[in-house]
């Protein structure tokens, strides 16, 4: 078979709205030693993708400016130094460059499609597994038996967290923001669900441990939140912040961090250095992969759009009416 | 030798300058399973003492209202699962109880005198390590090669900290408010003195270090100096808050908190679980231990007072021109 020497992907020509996406033909780089060529068959559309349209997301200086952070597909072609089969079946993690027909990744952030997943449900696995075993299982180190609040519980990140918590013995509170969402979050496997809009979350995780509070908070509202997160951990609790929707800017006691002996971190996981993603690529092999395989935790689809209508599958996910991650089918 | 059944000790008996401190006469309590009876020889005079005399420090549940963290003395009775010798010499960790000539003290908080240590030394050495090690060592898990900054590198704390780290194989930055204290902090092992009030720290550090800033900072300042410490740590930083000498109550900016990776964390010694202060106090015996009998960490002391003097200890300590530990002869 003769390799492509082109590919079509998809760009973001100026910052603005979903009409400033742009397909452009490119040709296809040279691989280094440890790269593939893969034929894309899905890739997922995450929040840092329109958060990079609107040109609101500071890139790492060697992202791509073609968009998508994950996709799935067939290994064409390998570097010197990679060992993957050609026509292996992989989903894998990208810094850009995953909204397009052909991607040139890196093997150490490829991992096998597991048993029963359709392409579309693999490739909208990476970005957030990535950042929900980075954050709630390596930095956070959650245990089992501790109480994980996940705010956004319907979100990309947020279905996987709630069932990986879960998986791995947690107890888990949910937040979404109408009772639709609530249920989805409890199907999934949240002990508690708190519809945020009508119910406080911290008086229902206080209730609900003895007026403990939880162990682990993974955020991704900050602004007003903060502080009332700091309020809802208990002794000894973990802040993860991944995202900051309603603002960047809070306030903080470093008295109540010092009574509580909290802990108040945060990550983007573009920037994350390559072999720190290589080793999550591995834990969650080892780790995560026996679940999906299990159907412990299952891949949440909530829409696939074909590849011709990216712009609607970026105006669906500002809609924020989702229940899961929102794919692109490429081909 | 009968045993003692009086002793004398120091409360404050309202919230006020050093005059409220006043020497009340008890009886010595029954000893429970796990404690030793101690013939104090010297006691150290902490920050903690100060803020609890103002009535500025919440006192954890089983606290002693008598004074005192950290003592040096001889064991002359033990409880019946206890195994120190009668006649051991000791100094020991202290939820309180210090300023007296009896005090009854945990065995798993009490360590073995080092070698060549008077016993004025060795009253100096708990609470200001148990606070180094726990926070720098475990929280912060500093690493050989790695960069710290200690904020009031010449309090108990500092001198402590700084050596530590350096015996550690840390590359020291100490601040300090005047030229004759950061000489001090140089002489103690520091590898750049910062006079705070004629310096900016964040420019030293910076500077020093190729632009990357600190690794881990132990912050007693709080207040404005919150949002410079965060300014200047370096990648995946840790800020770790142990006093706000100068405010409680800052800014935080989630997106720095996430570009850079921070931790911030923070904690009192005080009301530590018993079982991690127990914990500490074994590794302190491990690692430090040694270092101390091989004088490369020394305490410094810089002042002793009679037992009688208290008041003047703690006008001392408030006045700020110490170099090391503040220290009360009992007998």
Request: hydrophobic residues 40%.
């Amino acid at each position: 078979m003769s390799l492509p020497t082109e590919y079509i992907g998809v760009i973001a020509e100026k910052s603005g709205g979903p009409e400033v996406l742009k397909f452009v033909k490119r040709p296809i780089p040279e691989l280094d030693d440890d790269e593939l060529l893969v034929k894309v068959a899905a890739a997922g559309v995450s929040r840092p993708d329109v958060l990079q349209r609107l040109g609101r997301y500071t890139l790492p200086k060697d992202a791509h400016d073609v968009l998508g952070l994950e996709i799935s597909g067939t290994v064409i072609a390998r570097g010197s130094r990679a060992t993957s089969a050609i026509g292996a079946h992989v989903c894998c993690l990208m810094n850009g460059g995953g909204y397009a027909n052909y991607a040139v990744v890196k093997e150490s952030l490829t991992l096998p499609i597991p048993k029963r997943c359709a392409w579309s449900d693999a490739a909208g696995i990476p970005e957030a597994c990535f950042t929900v075993w980075y954050n709630m299982m390596e930095v956070g180190a959650l245990q089992r038996g501790e109480r994980v609040l996940l705010h956004g519980g319907t979100s990309g990140v947020g279905t996987f967290a709630i069932q990986i918590a879960r998986a791995h013995g947690a107890i888990v509170f949910a937040s979404a923001g109408d009772a639709r969402k609530v249920e989805a979050c409890k199907k999934l496997g949240a002990h508690y669900g708190i519809d945020y809009k009508n119910e406080d979350f911290i008086e229902i995780c206080k209730r609900e441990t003895g007026g403990e509070g939880v162990e682990i908070i993974m955020d991704m509202v900050g602004g007003d939140y903060f502080a009332r997160n700091v309020d809802c951990l208990a002794m000894d609790g973990r802040l993860i912040e991944i995202a900051y929707l309603r603002g960047a800017k809070v306030e903080l006691n470093i008295d109540t961090i010092m009574n509580k002996r909290i802990t108040i971190t945060g990550s983007k996981l573009r920037p994350l250095p390559m072999e720190r993603k290589a080793r999550i690529a591995q834990q969650m092999q080892r780790q995560l992969w026996p679940w999906i395989d299990q159907a412990k935790v299952r891949p949440v689809i909530d829409k696939i759009f074909p590849f011709q209508k990216v712009m609607d599958a970026h105006k669906y996910l500002e809609s924020g009416q989702h229940v899961g991650k929102i794919i692109l089918e490429i081909q």
